[in-house]
């Protein structure tokens, strides 16, 4: 997965509970917050950081919430980057009637 990203140029969030990846890399493609342990507490900029991955990653988890409420979404069999437009489209419409 994380060489899919790389090769298209493309980083990633993730939750605290995301593993697999070498913590010692410079260059990352999947960011997760920062864990704090009984004897490390976090700092404040840890602490900072948290909250904007959270807040980035918040929308995107509400997105996905959403989509699975449409009852076109689950039985949708088509080709995946038709899928993604007209799954797009409909954003755009859910915004639209939202914003009125």
Known sequence: M????EAAG???LADLGFLGLDPAGDDQVVITGFKATRARKLTTGQKAAIKVISAARAAVEHGFAHLKTWRVAT??????ARATSLLRALLVLTDLEVNR
């Open 2 to 5: 994380v060489d899919h990203f």
């Open 10 to 12: 493309l980083g990633a």
């Open 75 to 80: 039985n949708l069999r088509t080709d995946p």
